[in-house]
């Protein structure tokens, strides 16, 4: 692969949320890919890492936030870190159309709650219209390789953004899903995909992930971004182009190795 940096006048921050708690399943490999494609393009970009105890106000300095998945038991911590300020800087942030890839527990924990196979509830933070059951035993955990038609992401982030966004030579996202909540979507979030192979929200409907305005939710692991650069290249556009009010056109980096990585997962 050869992207030789090209300098540009373009920064951007990136806020990585719990990275120590929420990045089970590689992923940490969607901040390298994120920054990796930033600094190839000589995109200047920074990493913040907001830990448990992190200030609500460091959110206001983000331009792109990425949250991982994670356990039951570390799920509660950090509920428990997130004050109602947080919350709320969060949901402004949301609102405002700032671009977030929420990945498996990020995604559940930013829906009204999960329901755990005991029956407890873990209170979700409420931004997105989607909730998580786990049905336990009974039914068994969603584990493999999965194939996504998401066409509609880049609608749904063309209409969100009034911008133009180019389809890739696929529409399909690939990953690895392995998670045992069942999630439903309400009215107000769209989904991020269809299954076409695997099992995605619950197993049932199809659907797979959410997106409401610029934020993305996805069971996807993988992680999801070094085998989809094209949804890479999405979130990076996204955020520069809400940061400097400007149709953004990134410049094209040599992604044959990605694309065969993709393509071997979706010929699978």
């Known amino acids: 692969m050869n992207n030789s940096p090209r300098a540009t006048r373009y920064t951007l921050t990136i806020g990585w949320l719990y990275p120590e708690l929420m990045s089970t399943y590689g992923d940490r490999g969607n901040i390298i890919c994120l920054q990796k494609r930033c600094e190839w393009r000589g995109i200047d970009v920074e ?7 992190f200030a609500h106000e460091q959110l206001a300095t983000c331009h792109l ?16 870190d997130f004050s109602r300020e947080k919350v709320k ?3 402004d942030i949301v609102e405002r159309g700032i671009p977030g890839l929420y990945i498996c ?20 933070l409420g931004i997105l219209d989607l909730y998580t059951e786990n049905p336990g035993e009974k039914s068994p955990r969603l584990i493999g390789n999965i194939v996504v038609d998401a066409r509609s992401v880049l609608r749904v ?25 069942r999630t439903y979507l309400g009215k107000d979030v769209k989904p991020l995909g269809t299954v076409i192979k695997g099992f995605g929200n619950n197993g049932e409907d199809k659907t797979e992930g959410a ?43 040599d992604d044959s190795l990605e694309w065969q990585a993709h393509n071997s997962a979706v010929k699978k």
């Open 211 to 253: 997106v409401y305005k610029n934020s993305f939710g996805s069971y996807l692991h993988g992680p999801i971004l070094p085998k989809n650069p094209h949804f890479a290249d999405l979130l990076i556009k996204l955020a520069l182009q809400k940061k400097y009010k400007e149709e953004i056109t990134l410049q094209k980096l």
């Open 47 to 53: 990493v913040k890492r907001l830990d448990v105890g």
């Open 65 to 80: 936030l990425f949250m991982g998945g994670a356990q039951d038991t570390q799920q509660k911590i950090v509920s428990r």
């Open 157 to 181: 982030a063309r209409r969100e953004s009034s911008t133009s966004h180019m389809l890739p030579p696929t529409t399909y996202l690939v990953g690895f899903e392995n998670h045992g909540g």
């Open 105 to 124: 527990g990020a995604y559940q924990f930013l829906g009204k709650y999960y329901r755990e196979a005991s029956g407890k509830i873990i209170e979700g």
């Open 89 to 91: 800087a969060l949901k």
